[in-house]
């Protein structure tokens, strides 16, 4: 079992930049793919970007590509997610997830662990 913890969530300028962490407890981090999602108040949670195990990997939806990034450390149990040119509606509560990339790695589905999530408020 893995247990996450987001941080680095606040609030920021539109144009602006955070830096979002996910924190694993557990010896069986490395053996998962993660995930970031986010949920806007009235909307569902949405796909944002995908890492593999070994971090040689990657997939971004296309709300967010070119904009963030996402790269792991499994020697920290520690998934990053670098947001730049933040926007308004970027607005949410965003989830770090532990997975397998397999089918389905863009829906919430696809993953078997979540954590509290964090919240990132962007204004203009």
């Known amino acids: 079992q893995v247990q996450l913890v987001e941080s680095g969530g606040g609030l920021v300028q539109v144009g602006g930049s955070l830096r979002l962490s996910c924190t694993a407890s557990?010896?069986?981090?490395?053996?998962?793919?993660i995930g970031w999602f986010r949920q806007a108040p009235g909307k569902e949670r949405e796909f944002l970007v995908v890492?593999?195990?070994?971090?040689?990997?990657?997939y971004e939806s296309d709300s967010v590509k070119g904009r963030f990034t996402i790269s792991r450390d499994n020697a920290k149990n520690t998934v990053y997610l670098q947001m730049n040119s933040l926007k308004a509606e970027d607005t949410a509560v965003y989830y770090c997830?532990?997975?397998?990339?397999?089918?389905?790695?863009?829906?919430?589905?696809?993953?078997?662990?979540w954590g509290q999530g964090t919240q990132v408020t962007v204004s203009s």
């Open positions: 557990g010896r069986r981090f490395s053996r998962y793919a």
């Open positions: 890492i593999n195990r070994i971090g040689d990997n990657t």
């Open positions: 997830a532990a997975g397998n990339y397999g089918p389905g790695f863009d829906t919430w589905s696809g993953y078997d662990y």
